[in-house]
């Protein structure tokens, strides 16, 4: 899944600060998910900008609307009809639903009220960590299942850089080495001799990537 | 999982009242709300609260794995006692022509009169005594049941247009069969009055009275003398009030003898251990053999008894050889079973075992509109059994007279018990003790000796409800983000195949769920999220146009003892009540501000006074969020506050 974070509400007053009809559009996946930008934090948003916007003495009128998936047109064109009136669309969703809002609406303002951070998974603790980095040839076969792409720092595929301090990485103490993961995962699986074989170098993507439906 | 049930308490119920939903109105002070909900179903609810017999306490979740039942009973009476005394609106005038007579006017046939009168007919009720009420006025002593309590809901029935004859006794004064004439339909409630009386040598010396019509005497305001010695001889309800009556009257030494043990005794616990305190004492598994005596009774003979096991049901009883001894006595008050008078309607009964032949659950019989119910047909019961025949006869008769076909009514789903391991997580909070006149005081007259709670008291006690089935509804939008799962402070929710799944069963309805759900995919039964939300913007619309700009919201608990301290800023205040403050989620503590609030305070409890486990925590999280957004809004974040007394 997509994990977002909301941008600082200054940086979203900022953007829409000339217009007076804004629509908050909330997406009802991956950042309801990660708490970020669902029903409820679409509520939480709306009501903020409107406290602040009467501090400030701006006319905005400010509507809500949350959306099963934004990152589908077909989605979005449930409300495309209902967006005419509108000076500025502010997106809750991840940078790949803002950028199919702003698509499929055409001639209307789609502003990100979020920060689109990683591609990741819930830690059980109600926080969630980077697992992938999309690099769309995957080696989890050959390292115990941890990425090593998206989980260490520097993004070696062929082992540790060595910095590594009592099972944490050098660049962020509270991190543990993606490395000493992939080692002691293969020493529970008994693949450790995958170690030796190395890497082959990946083919830089290029961007943008697509899937096409076979016909 | 069960997705839809009832609480047990309801289920237990005869007359399936809606215990958590009165509980629930009682505990945020709505009593005008419970009296309705309570009213419903029960037009005799100062009745029951009084003597009912409390199904529903004995199987009360909160009583079966966390402490103590809830006072289901009391918090009834209080409800019904305070609320203000609204008639009940019937039509006018009968909207249909058919007329129906009543005989008997115990609760059976009240209840019956008043469904009845609220369905649009005209009714007639007929009573042998010269006053209405049956058992409730002229059984039941007024130390328990005061005349007045009685009177007042029997006012309430005949303002509804229910037309009462009194001393007009069926077989006497009319026949079966002029009512026929008369009526269309005839609900037969007379009652189980005829006592039996064992089989003993001297059961007609003088000084061998019966419970029923001792009774009787006493609730005319006779105080006969009873003697020195007194004893009962029964172990249901009338033998306690009997025996309890007697001390009253200045009887030194009063017994119940009981042929069985005290666990078999039909009679409540809570008035046994009343008569214990008062000073009656019990003598179980001993039996009557004779009555000794010239004239008067002097002695009574008894024998002790042994229960033969072996036997199905109780077991059936023996007599212990060689064990009989003499017990000097005054009176002896017989309350050993009661029966139908069948005499008056002898057609209706079967010839054979002496039983009213009806054709099925509905009353009626095999004469063609005549309906029986109450404790004329099961034999001696409870107050609330025969509200419920009384409730069941009224339909049946409306089905007969529109020529509706029965309704067949599943039998209701119940919750699952409570999980132990949830039970142990639920707070603690003792039941309220049900003050009462002190024993000294209370044997010497026939005031009521139960005084009821205080405000305080019963929303105290209401708030212990553990509202078994309003709990979390997880619907379609659910995201599956298991945040639920993660804040639950009872480990109730689950990641189920499709969505997270609440069990029903287990949800204890803090609504710290809800509050944090990000779908707002999470409802609960006891209110729904759209209703708070319309709440608040009510509120808050109308704080906007009398005091813009310079209120301040209070938010406050339904289940919270503590009130919030006397404001001080001299500014207008607006309060919202919520079943939980643990509920409410950040927006509802900015949109104030939105609205114009010069200040939001949340009432909240301290962590060990709160009714939910963490959600004086929640609270506490919730309002350091919405402080950081009204930082970040460049809003002063003291202007939010947790307040508390």
Not at chain 1, 154 to 183: H, M, N, R, S
Not at chain 2, 82 to 98: D, I, L, Q
Not at chain 2, 557 to 562: G, I, L, M, P, Y
Request: aromatic share 6%; glycine share 10%; proline share 5%.
């Amino acid at each position: 899944m997509m994990v977002a974070e909301a941008k600082p509400l200054a940086e979203i007053q900022g953007m829409i600060q000339g217009y007076r009809k804004i629509l908050i559009a909330g997406c009802g996946t991956c950042v309801t998910v990660c708490l970020s930008g669902g029903a409820q934090q679409v509520e939480i948003l709306a009501a903020s900008l409107r406290t602040a916007g009467k501090q400030q003495g701006l006319a905005w009128e400010i509507n809500e609307e949350t959306q099963l998936r934004q990152c589908d047109p077909m989605f979005v064109q449930q409300i495309r009809d209902r967006t005419g009136e509108y000076d500025a669309v502010l997106s809750m969703a991840c940078g790949a639903g803002v950028q199919t809002m702003a698509e499929t609406l055409g001639d209307i303002p789609v502003l990100p009220a979020l920060d689109t951070l990683f591609f990741g998974g819930a830690d059980g603790q109600g926080g969630f960590v980077e697992l992938c980095a999309a690099c769309g040839q995957c080696i989890l076969s050959r390292t115990g299942g941890v990425c090593p792409v998206a989980r260490c720092a520097k993004g070696l595929t062929d082992g540790p850089c060595g910095g590594a301090q009592a099972g944490k990485c050098e660049v962020a103490k509270d991190t543990p080495c993606a490395w000493q993961l992939i080692y002691v995962r293969l020493l529970r699986l008994g693949q450790l001799h995958l170690l030796k074989e190395s890497t082959p170098p990946k083919a830089r993507r290029v961007h943008p990537a697509r899937l096409v439906r076979e016909g | 999982m069960i997705v839809n049930a009832v609480p047990p308490c309801q289920a237990a119920c005869p007359i399936q009242m809606d215990v958590q939903g009165y509980v629930a109105a009682i505990s945020r002070g709505d009593l005008q709300e419970a009296d309705r909900i309570i009213r419903r179903t029960n037009p005799f609810p100062s009745v029951c609260g009084r003597i009912c017999t409390r199904e529903c306490e004995f199987v009360c979740r909160r009583g079966q794995k966390v402490d103590e039942p809830v006072a289901i009973r009391v918090l009834k009476r209080f409800a019904a006692d305070r609320a203000e005394s609204v008639v009940p609106c019937g039509p006018e005038k009968p909207y249909y022509e058919e007329r129906i007579a009543v005989v008997g006017s115990g609760p059976a046939g009240l209840t019956a009169a008043h469904d009845l009168a609220l369905l649009g007919y005209g009714v007639t009720v007929f009573e042998a005594e010269d006053e209405l009420g049956g058992m409730m006025t002229r059984g039941i002593p007024g130390y328990r049941l005061p005349l007045e309590v009685v009177r007042k809901e029997i006012e309430r029935i005949l303002s509804l247009g229910v037309e009462a004859r009194t001393s007009q006794v069926l077989g006497r004064d009319f026949t079966l069969h002029d009512l026929r004439e008369e009526y269309q339909a005839v609900f037969l409630a007379m009652g189980s009055e005829k006592s039996f009386c064992p089989d003993c040598r001297g059961v007609d010396l003088s000084g061998v009275l019966t419970a029923v019509d001792f009774l009787k005497d006493i609730s005319r305001g006779e105080r006969p003398d009873p003697g020195e010695k007194v004893v009962v001889i029964g172990g249901g309800h009338t033998a306690i009030d009997v025996a309890r009556t007697c001390l009253r009257l200045g009887a030194g030494e009063v017994s119940v003898v009981y042929r069985r043990t005290i666990d078999e005794m039909p009679a409540g616990m809570d008035q046994v251990e009343e008569a214990q305190e008062e000073g009656v004492a019990f003598r179980f598994v001993t039996a009557p053999v004779e009555f000794l005596g010239v004239k008067t009774v002097e002695k009574m003979r008894c024998v002790k008894m042994k229960v033969d096991k072996s036997c199905k049901g109780k077991g059936s009883l023996v007599c212990v050889e060689g064990s009989e001894f003499d017990i000097k006595v005054d009176s002896i008050i017989l309350a050993t079973g009661y029966g139908p008078r069948t005499e008056p309607v002898q057609e209706l009964f079967d010839s054979l075992d002496g039983k009213v032949e009806i054709k099925d659950g509905s009353g009626a019989t095999n004469m063609a509109g005549v309906f029986v119910g109450g404790d004329f047909l099961s034999g001696p019961t409870s107050v609330v059994q025969a509200i419920a025949s009384g409730r069941t006869g009224a339909d049946s008769i409306h089905r007969y007279l529109r020529s509706l076909a029965p309704v067949d009514t599943p039998e209701p789903v119940v919750l699952d018990d409570l999980d132990d391991q949830v039970a142990a997580l639920v707070p603690r909070a003792q039941r309220r003790k049900i003050p009462a006149l002190p024993v000294e005081e209370r044997i010497k007259n026939f005031e009521e000796v139960e005084l009821g709670y205080t405000l305080e008291e019963a929303r105290a006690e209401a708030g212990r409800c553990l509202n078994c089935s309003a709990g979390a509804v997880v619907s379609y939008e659910c995201a599956s983000c298991l945040n639920c799962v993660l804040v639950c402070p009872y480990e109730v929710p689950r990641p189920g195949a499709e969505r997270a799944e609440i069990d029903i069963s287990q949800c204890q309805a803090c609504g710290i769920c809800a509050g944090q759900c990000p779908a707002a995919a999470i409802d609960l039964g006891l209110d729904p999220r759209e209703k708070h939300r319309e709440i608040l913007r009510e509120v808050l619309d109308r704080a906007g146009r009398e005091a813009p700009g310079a209120f301040v919201l209070q938010f406050m608990c339904d289940f919270r003892q503590s009130r919030v301290p006397p404001s001080e800023s001299g500014k207008a205040v607006y309060q919202v009540f919520r079943p939980g403050l643990g509920r409410m989620d950040v927006y509802e503590l900015l949109a104030p501000f939105q609205a114009g609030a010069a200040a939001v305070q949340v009432a909240a409890c301290r962590d060990q006074d709160c009714k939910f486990k963490d959600c004086a925590g929640w609270v506490r999280k919730n309002v350091k969020r919405a402080a950081r957004v009204m930082d970040d809004l460049g809003l002063d974040p003291g202007q939010l506050s947790i307040v508390q007394e």
